[in-house]
Antibody, heavy 119, light 107 residues
Framework: QVQLQESGPGVVKPSETLSLTCTVS????????WSWFRQSPGMGLEWIGH???????TYNPSLKSRVTISLGTSRTHFSLRLTSVTAADTALYYC?????????????WGQGTLVIVSS | DIQMTQSPSSLSASVGDRITITCRAS??????LNWYQQKPGKAPNLLIH???NLQNGVPSRFGGSGSGTDFTLTISSLQPEDFATYSC?????????FGQGTKLDIK
């Protein structure tokens, strides 16, 4: 079955750009949306945005000015870029397939990668 | 944005107990409500979609109900593997939003 795995640096300096990759294995990215989320300590999950397999992206308005989600050229991965990071961007970042049609669910998810913003 | 509020934020219970978690939306979302289970260090797992529909493979002791603004997740007889954090998510409108989570631990 489809599996997702996040990867990227665990520490990013303030004001720099956070870059993460989600590798999709066990299935095709075709015909699906693919999303990024984050969860700050003690907080609920926050949807960052999604991208369709053809490349169109939609972002959370709260992050839109700083976020770019893109597809890998081989269509086996997609990426997240978040610019001008601050301590408030410290979080566990997840990728997931979805939103799925009809009910807007997200399934499956990656296990998450912790990103700490610190100098 | 639609705000999702869960209660309680934490809950202690014993194996065999019946528990209920509540999720309230700040505006009507029909049945565009999904539930997830999270265990430490593990990927979130989709349990229920459209308020009351169990995902394939989810045990029948899990149940969901509600529509409009008020929803519940019920576990009829807690098993050791059910101790986790549960989150609701609305898919009625973008941005998709989640409740803050309910941490269920062993009494």
């Amino acid at each position: 079955q489809v599996q997702l795995q996040e990867s990227g640096p665990g520490v990013v300096k303030p004001s720099e750009t956070l870059s993460l990759t989600c590798t999709v294995s066990g299935g095709s990215m075709r015909s699906y949306y693919w999303s990024w989320f984050r969860q700050s300590p003690g907080m609920g999950l926050e949807w960052i945005g999604h991208i369709y397999y053809t490349g169109g992206a939609t972002y959370n308005p709260s992050l839109k000015s700083r976020v770019t989600i893109s597809l890998g050229t081989s269509r086996t991965h997609f990426s997240l870029r978040l610019t001008s990071v601050t301590a408030a961007d410290t979080a566990l970042y997840y990728c997931a397939r979805g939103p799925m049609s009809n009910w807007g669910t997200f399934d499956p998810w990656g296990q998450g990668t912790l990103v700490i913003v610190s100098s | 944005d639609i705000q999702m509020t869960q209660s309680p934020s934490s809950l202690s219970a014993s194996v065999g107990d019946r528990i209920t978690i509540t999720c309230r939306a700040s505006e009507s979302i029909g049945t565009y409500l999904n539930w997830y289970q999270q265990k430490p260090g593990k990927a979130p797992n989709l349990l229920i979609h459209a308020a009351s529909n169990l995902q394939n493979g989810v045990p029948s002791r899990f149940g969901g109900s509600g529509s409009g603004t008020d929803f519940t997740l019920t576990i009829s007889s807690l098993q050791p593997e059910d101790f986790a954090t549960y989150s609701c998510q609305q898919s009625y409108s973008i941005p998709y939003t989640f409740g803050q989570g309910t941490k269920l631990d062993i009494k």
